[in-house]
C-alpha cells in the first residue's frame, strides 16, 4: 500500500466483529464513506432482529441501519473475502471471537483493532492478541484505532478526531485514508503499543476522576487525578516501548480527557455510583455495555508489578473495586504518601 494513496479510497469490503455501539457507530461511518459493509452480531436471534427492524434497538435505539449494512451472526460470512477486517469486541471474549476465524479466511486483510484494553491472562494489548491467533497475518497488516471517540457523539456528527497506528506506515495512511470523513478527522501514527496502552490504561484513571465526582470532590482533585493518573501511564507505557510524544497526543491525553470529564463515558459512571455507595457487582449488573476499565485494572497493576513501577492511582482504584477500601480512605491514603519530586 502506497502513501500517496488518493485522498478518498475507492469502495472496499468491511468486516466489522461486533455489533456494540462502537462498531455500529463505525459500521455506519464507513457505509457513509461509500464501503461495503458487513457487521457481525454474535446472538444469531439478534442479529436477525437487527436486519429486521434495521435498527440496533440494544445499543443505538433510533438510529436507522441502512439496508445494504449485511448483518449476521456468521462470523465467516462477515470476515471472508473482505479488504479489511474492525474487530470491535470487548477484550474478554477478543481472543475466542478471533479464533472462530481461520488464517485463510483472514487472507490479506488489513486487521483493526478498535477494543481499547488489555488481556487479563497474557496482558497483551489486542494487536498482540490478533498476532498470537494468526499467526500468519504479517504485522504491517495490523492497525490500531484510538483516539477520543464517544459513539453517541460520532452517531450525532459531532465533530471527532482519532489516531490510527501500525508498524507500517503506509498501512496507517491507508486505513486513515478509508475512515477520515469531514467529521471525523484520522491521524496517522507507527507507535503501535503506545497508543494501545493510551487508550486502554485511560479507562483505570476514569474510573478513579468517577468516584472523585461521586465523592464530591471538586476541580482540584479532578485536575491532579488526570495529570498524575497521564504521569503513570506514560511512565509504564515509553517502558513498554511506546513513545513519550504518543501519551501527549489522541489516544493519550486526548482520550483522557474525555473519558474522565464525560458523563457519556461508562468507566467514569461505574467510578461515579462506586463513589455515590454502590458496589462494583451492582453497578455492572445494571449495566448493558462493557466498561473496560474493571478488568483493565487488574492488568495494569499486573503490568506495573511485571515491569517494576509504582502506579498509586491504579493500585487505589484495585483496593477500591476489588478489595471493598473505602473510597474516602484510599483517597487519604493517596494524598498522604511519602512527598516525592514531580516527574
Known amino acids: 500500500m502506497k502513501a500517496n494513496n488518493p485522498p478518498l479510497v475507492k469502495s472496499i469490503d468491511i468486516g466489522i466483529i461486533g455489533a456494540g455501539s462502537w462498531g455500529t457507530t463505525l459500521s455506519l461511518l464507513l457505509h457513509k464513506n461509500g464501503h461495503n459493509v458487513a457487521l457481525w452480531e454474535f446472538r444469531p ?10 435498527e440496533n434497538y440494544e445499543f443505538l435505539p433510533g438510529v436507522p441501519l441502512p439496508d445494504d449494512i449485511l ?4 462470523l465467516a460470512q462477515v470476515a471472508a473475502d473482505k479488504d479489511m477486517i474492525v474487530v470491535v469486541v470487548p ?7 478471533i479464533s472462530r476465524i481461520g488464517d485463510e479466511i483472514i487472507g490479506e486483510s488489513v486487521v483493526i483493532t478498535a477494543t481499547k484494553g488489555i488481556e487479563s491472562d497474557t496482558l497483551f494489548c489486542m494487536s498482540q492478541v490478533i498476532s498470537d491467533v494468526w499467526k500468519n497475518i504479517k504485522a504491517e497488516k495490523i492497525a490500531v484505532l484510538s483516539g477520543p471517540s464517544l459513539s453517541k457523539e460520532v452517531i450525532n456528527r459531532i465533530p471527532t478526531t482519532v489516531v490510527i497506528a501500525s508498524e507500517s506506515l503506509d498501512t496507517a495512511k491507508w486505513v486513515q485514508e478509508v475512515f477520515a470523513a469531514p467529521l471525523f478527522r484520522v491521524y496517522a501514527a507507527d507507535d503501535v503499543i503506545g497508543v494501545e496502552l493510551g487508550g486502554a490504561l485511560k479507562n483505570v484513571i476514569a474510573i478513579a476522576a468517577g468516584i472523585a465526582d461521586g465523592l464530591g470532590y471538586g476541580d482540584n482533585a479532578k485536575g491532579a487525578l488526570l495529570t498524575r493518573g497521564l504521569s503513570e501511564i506514560t511512565r509504564l507505557g515509553i517502558r513498554m516501548g511506546g513513545k513519550p510524544q504518543t501519551f501527549a497526543g489522541l489516544s493519550g491525553m486526548g482520550d483522557l480527557i474525555t473519558t474522565c470529564v464525560s458523563n457519556l463515558s461508562r468507566n467514569h459512571f461505574v467510578g461515579y455510583h462506586i463513589g455515590k455507595g454502590k458496589k462494583l457487582r451492582e453497578i455492572l449488573k445494571e449495566m448493558t455495555m462493557i466498561a473496560e476499565g474493571v478488568n483493565t485494572t487488574k492488568a495494569t497493576l499486573n503490568l506495573a508489578h511485571k515491569y517494576g513501577f509504582e502506579m498509586p492511582i491504579v493500585e487505589a482504584v484495585y483496593s477500591i473495586l476489588f478489595e471493598d477500601k473505602e473510597p474516602r480512605q484510599a483517597v487519604g491514603e493517596l494524598m498522604t504518601r511519602g512527598l516525592k519530586v514531580e516527574d
Open 71 to 74: 448483518i449476521s451472526s456468521d
Open 91 to 97: 477484550s474478554h471474549i477478543f481472543r475466542s471471537a
Open 45 to 54: 436471534e439478534v442479529a436477525s432482529e437487527i436486519a429486521r427492524r434495521r
